[in-house]
């Protein structure tokens, strides 16, 4: 095994163990602050950016807060759907050879789509996703 690859699979292994780590605190569904993994909390992170969120910002002491209105981020969206479909992100700089979350989310539904109404362009739905 070349020095490249024991370094990768080091390095793997203590992101993991850093992953599991409980050092984080997040507000749960009582107001309460709870401590999780810095996994959970990154997640947490992903999903409020797919989302969208409103933040309260002070930018002047003697100023009420200003709202900063951050919307839907289609990227993690993307990449939260790929998680959830059971398939990594693809590592690519170059955005133009990603297919866009639109895209991928309207082949999902045409798929599933004909696969509900037995329509189909001569593909088998179910080995196509």
């Known amino acids: 095994m070349s020095r490249a690859m024991k370094a990768g699979k080091?390095?793997?292994?203590?992101?993991k163990q850093i992953?599991?780590?409980?050092?984080?605190?997040?507000k749960d569904e009582d107001g309460e602050m709870r401590m999780v993994s810095k996994a959970e909390a990154v997640a947490r992170v992903c999903w409020q950016?797919?989302?969208?969120?409103?933040?309260?910002?002070?930018?002047?002491?003697?100023?009420?807060?200003?709202?900063?209105?951050?919307?839907?981020d289609m990227k993690m969206m993307a990449l939260i759907l790929d998680r959830m479909e059971g398939r990594?992100?693809?590592?690519?700089?170059?955005?133009?050879?990603?297919?866009?979350?639109?895209?991928?989310?309207?082949?999902?539904?045409?798929?599933?789509?004909?696969a509900l109404g037995g329509f189909g362009d001569g593909h088998d739905t179910k080995t196509n996703s």
């Open 10 to 15: 080091l390095l793997s292994r203590f992101i």
């Open 19 to 26: 992953a599991e780590e409980e050092t984080e605190f997040v």
């Open 49 to 72: 950016q797919a989302l969208g969120y409103t933040e309260l910002k002070v930018v002047n002491p003697n100023e009420p807060p200003v709202e900063i209105v951050h919307p839907p």
């Open 88 to 114: 990594a992100a693809t590592a690519t700089e170059d955005e133009t050879l990603r297919p866009s979350t639109a895209k991928k989310i309207s082949d999902q539904g045409k798929k599933r789509i004909s």
